[in-house]
């Protein structure tokens, strides 16, 4: 006897037809659901499928219901009325101080005299403000020397000199032992004003302080302020603090403030290391909260190219931590376009309500002083559209994702275990037990909460389930490569980046092809597999099978410890909970209205905060393929993204596809859509950037008007040649720009002298890889007022056989050094760091240097051991040095070359212009 679980095919005589339904515009009543058999048989049961233009509205309306509402959490920056204690429009009044002296690269009179001259003018005066409360307020400017080495960017050497902090200590005024930490800096990168990165951010934490200076209740613990002034040069200002600042030591924990977008919100993208006492504060504390671990997750993986002071502090001061950030409208991030009116006041509210009340919780919490007794175990946490954050252990979160996990797997293992099966006689013992938990589990699920039509078999229900789950995962796959072959063409075309400046045009185009493709694979599937099968036993099967891939990467994301296993669990918590509750419904009356729209209600929470987190991933990654280098397809990862992302969000729509009586129309819709935006990004009517004052999309280039001089093992002049360097950051390379500027084309590419330390080359950070495709214009020599002064002191040979080499260099506030040790040869030891030489990259190290105001002369030194056997074909002598000097700011920033052509580029391009040198040395 058949049971009730399994597909059952039913052998046909004609094809499919469908009978008429009620005339109510609504719904099909199709009398044989999909069966058109034998005349005298009657069908079971005669269950409603939807029509296509319905089943196509249901969705379209959820999906873009959902979308609103992710964007009005959004654009909702303060929720209720602000408390009075923060005052906004004062921080807005330092923010426009502080960006009006223009960009503030380290070293320059706008960062280490004029920016450090306000700030330490307007600590002063809420010193003095409130000296007669209960707090005293201590201001330190630290000025450190120091070195270390990072693994960002490939990985490299950073040496500082007289860099600045502004450390201000606000404790009660009996003193404090413990202390927790507020970061941010007041440094930006060349030719940017740095309003969000981050001077907004300096502007809040001068009005915290002021807020908290004038509470008349003292707090428990101290406060560290620390305005550090070189951050933009790799995080150097925060190691020179927590490596060297005396008040360190008594640094229990700490916030720091970043930005990788201008304005919007500030979210809690990283915590920890551990200590889940932190999360659980700013949940408590933050009046808006806006937090999600799936952004820590994603951002400690190094998929994204960026880092913060976050981890300076985790790394070298073992210390924990909150890393909040701005993330939206990371297109003018580092651009010109960073300005102070960009940011609004509402943004500044929020930020600065949640730190004060954060900081004030922290500050007057039992926790911060011991700890270490709060260390162990993560949290997972996530906040629902901004209203509320969720936040529990993570071993509470492995409890629960268990057992939701085993709920799935009951629920799927009572359908294979139905009569018919072989379960009975074959596993008599699980099915008593499993019996007995479905008999407890009826209370609140009822008898048909588990149970499938009459006419499924449950002795195919696994096979049917398998092959199944087969066709889904070939469906996904077929999808992928279909629109990578779609983003190949365009990028042949020529079109890439189409999508930089219209956002939903990729939507549209790639997003049409993955649906499109996703139903087109399931109506194959259904019409010429699955074609004698009732639809409503396949819709129910593709339930199941949705239900049990989320499971499955549930199990697996938990068994790797990650605490965004959280979204799966609610991507099969809400989906079975409103399935088994809907389960009489639709076993008496298949895909009424009724059932369609309340299923859809049911999905609403996981795919609401599902889609949020598909906005995170656009509003980071898509500006991040702006300025991510010539190498990196930028097509094929939003295709991708935008095609993982329909596999995600149409997992439970599956469900629909099999319920709906055709897909033709709907087919024909996502062809023509396709078609149509294939047509317009080949006609190149989608330009890439744009010079929008209110919605700029700048293309990054960088320029360089540099001179190269390249010395032989005598020191003589080998050759010397001068010309603007121009650096692409995005992979439509100048194919843009040429028509504006003809002379910058093709025939002036540069290629790598691999024989030369960084192809011979200026490169201001390791990031070669990155930018492989450069041009090299003709231009006159620059004559810098100060030039490098580079020597070589000492050559000496130890006695134990190794080379020791000590040089010594004066130039401008950044230089990069690059050494090409040649075959054979390796360096030993040198006076960077811990005096081991890291990072070899390719058989070259580079070492950033930056030095504030009245730094000395940099003297280094290096041990090199030479090659048992020289190599006649490499360069001479035993290794190449150079030396590049980059000039950020003051007059010699710019040259008359230099300025001809930055005129002459487009309004929607960004160029980012200096003066540099470089020098090549052979020993």
């Known amino acids: 006897m058949e049971s009730d679980t399994a597909v059952r095919r039913i052998k046909q005589?004609?094809?499919?037809?469908?009978?008429?339904?009620?005339?109510?515009?609504?719904?099909?009543?199709?009398?044989?659901?999909?069966?058109?058999?034998?005349?005298?048989?009657?069908?079971?049961?005669?269950?409603?499928?939807?029509?296509?233009?319905?089943?196509?509205?249901?969705?379209?309306?959820?999906?873009?219901?959902?979308?609103?509402?992710?964007?009005?959490?959004?654009?909702?920056?303060?929720i209720g009325k602000p408390s009075g204690d923060f005052n906004a429009v004062r921080a807005r009044r330092h923010l426009e101080q502080i960006t009006s002296v223009g960009p503030r690269p380290v070293g320059s009179q706008e960062n280490e005299i004029l920016t450090v001259g306000y700030l330490l003018e307007q600590i002063e005066k809420i010193r003095v403000e409130t000296a007669a409360g209960p707090h005293q307020l201590t201001v330190d400017v630290q000025r450190p020397t120091g070195s270390f080495s990072i693994d960002f960017l490939g990985g490299f050497t950073s040496f500082y000199d007289r860099v600045t902090n502004i450390a201000v200590r606000l404790e009660p005024k009996d003193g404090a032992q413990h202390l927790m930490l507020a970061n941010c800096h007041f440094d930006t990168v060349a030719n940017s004003p740095g309003a969000s990165d981050d001077a907004v951010s300096c502007a809040v934490m001068l009005e915290v302080l002021h807020s908290l200076a004038n509470q008349s209740t003292p707090l428990h613990h101290g406060v560290v302020f620390l305005f550090n002034g070189a951050e933009e040069n790799i995080l150097q200002a925060s190691h020179g603090f927590i490596t060297q600042h005396p008040w360190a030591k008594q640094v229990r924990a700490f916030i720091n403030l970043e930005a990788a977008g201008v304005g919007g919100k500030e979210v809690v993208f990283q915590t920890g290391p551990e200590?889940?006492?932190?999360?659980?504060?700013?949940?408590?504390?933050?009046?808006?909260?806006?937090?999600?671990?799936v952004g820590q997750e994603v951002f400690q993986s190094g998929i994204i190219p960026s880092d913060t002071d976050f981890r300076i502090y985790r790394d070298f001061g073992n210390i924990p931590g909150i890393d909040l950030a701005f993330i939206e409208n990371g297109f003018i991030y580092h651009t010109k376009y960073d300005t102070a009116d960009r940011i609004l006041t509402d943004s500044i509210q929020r930020a600065g309500d949640n730190i004060l009340a954060v900081l004030k919780y922290l500050a007057m919490s039992e926790k911060l002083a011991d700890s270490s007794e709060y260390r162990h175990g993560n949290m997972v946490f996530f906040d629902l559209l901004g209203v509320v954050v969720v936040a529990y252990p993570a071993r509470v979160g492995t409890i629960l994702n268990y057992m939701v996990a085993a709920a799935t797997f009951l629920y799927l293992a009572k359908k294979a275990s139905l009569p018919g099966n072989g379960g009975r006689s074959q596993f008599p013992v699980w099915t008593k037990m499993l019996r007995l938990f479905l008999f407890l589990c009826r209370r609140i699920w009822s008898a048909d909460c588990v149970r499938s039509s009459p006419s499924l078999s449950g002795g195919r229900y696994v096979r049917d389930l398998a092959f199944a789950t087969g066709v889904a995962v070939l469906s996904w796959f077929i999808t992928l490569l279909s629109v990578l072959i779609v983003a190949l063409l365009v990028t042949l075309l020529g079109r890439s980046m189409f999508w930089y400046n219209h956002f939903y045009a990729s939507i549209c185009l790639y997003g049409a092809a993955s649906t499109?493709?996703?139903?087109?694979?399931?109506?194959?599937?259904?019409?010429?597999?699955?074609?004698?099968?009732?639809?409503?036993?396949?819709?129910?099967?593709?339930?199941?099978?949705?239900?049990?891939?989320?499971?499955?990467s549930l199990v697996w994301l938990t068994q790797?410890?990650?605490?965004?296993?959280?979204?799966?669990?609610?991507?099969?918590?809400?989906?079975?909970?409103?399935?088994?509750?809907?389960a009489k419904e639709f076993k008496h009356r298949g895909a009424s209205v009724k059932y369609s729209v309340l299923y859809l209600l049911g999905l609403a929470l996981p795919y609401v905060h599902f889609m949020f987190l598909i906005w995170v991933v656009f509003e980071i990654f898509t500006p991040i393929m702006g300025r991510s280098g010539t190498e990196i397809p930028p097509e094929l990862v939003l295709a991708t993204l935008v095609t993982l992302a329909t596999i995600f969000l149409s997992s439970f729509f599956l469900h629909f596809i099999y319920l709906v009586r055709s897909t033709k129309w709907i087919l024909a819709g996502l062809g023509s859509v396709f078609i149509v935006m294939f047509l317009l990004v080949s006609s190149s009517v989608f330009f890439p950037y744009s010079a929008d004052p209110d919605s700029p999309r700048p293309k990054r280039v960088f320029l360089q008007h540099t001179t190269r001089t390249f010395h032989n093992l005598e020191g003589q002049v080998e050759s010397r040649d001068s010309g603007l360097w121009i650096n692409s950051f995005d992979y439509t390379g100048i194919q843009h720009v040429t028509p504006h500027i003809p002379d910058i084309n093709d025939s002036v590419r540069t290629h790598c002298r691999e024989d030369r330390p960084f192809c011979g080359y200026p490169w201001y950070l390791p990031v070669k890889f990155l930018s492989k495709k450069n041009w090299y214009l003709p231009a006159p020599e620059v004559s810098p007022s100060s030039p490098l002064e580079f020597s070589l002191l000492s050559k000496e040979e130890t006695s134990w056989g190794t080379i020791k080499m000590t040089f010594s260099a004066k130039g401008p506030s950044h230089m990069s050094l690059y050494l090409m040790p040649h075959r054979g040869a390796s360096l030993s030891t040198w006076s960077f760091g811990?005096?081991?030489?890291?990072?070899?990259?390719?058989?070259?190290?580079?070492?950033?240097?930056?030095?504030?105001?009245?730094?000395?002369m940099w003297t280094f030194w290096f041990e090199i051991q030479p090659p048992r056997d020289p190599d006649p074909s490499g360069p001479e002598g035993i290794i190449s040095v150079a030396i590049s000097a980059h000039y950020f700011f003051g007059k010699d920033q710019r040259t008359a070359r230099l300025e001809e052509i930055l005129h002459r580029f487009p309004t929607w391009a960004f160029p980012s212009s200096w003066v540099s040198t470089y020098d090549m040395y052979r020993y």
Not at 13 to 39: E, I, K
Not at 284 to 290: I, M, V
Not at 846 to 855: E, K
């Open 13 to 78: 005589v004609g094809t499919l037809s469908y009978v008429p339904g009620d005339n109510d515009g609504s719904r099909d009543r199709c009398g044989d659901n999909g069966y058109n058999g034998d005349a005298k048989r009657k069908p079971e049961v005669s269950l409603y499928l939807l029509r296509e233009g319905l089943a196509a509205s249901l969705v379209s309306v959820f999906i873009l219901v959902l979308w609103g509402l992710v964007h009005v959490s959004l654009q909702q920056l303060v």
């Open 834 to 856: 811990d005096g081991t030489p890291q990072f070899d990259l390719s058989g070259e190290y580079f070492v950033f240097y930056s030095h504030g105001l009245d730094a000395p």
């Open 516 to 552: 499109g493709k996703m139903i087109l694979v399931h109506t194959l599937a259904k019409n010429l597999y699955y074609g004698g099968v009732r639809l409503v036993e396949l819709g129910d099967l593709y339930f199941d099978v949705s239900l049990l891939l989320w499971c499955c």
């Open 275 to 293: 200590n889940p006492w932190l999360v659980q504060a700013y949940v408590n504390a933050a009046k808006h909260p806006f937090a999600s671990v």
């Open 560 to 582: 790797q410890d990650l605490c965004s296993a959280y979204v799966p669990m609610l991507m099969v918590a809400f989906p079975l909970a409103t399935r088994l509750l809907l």
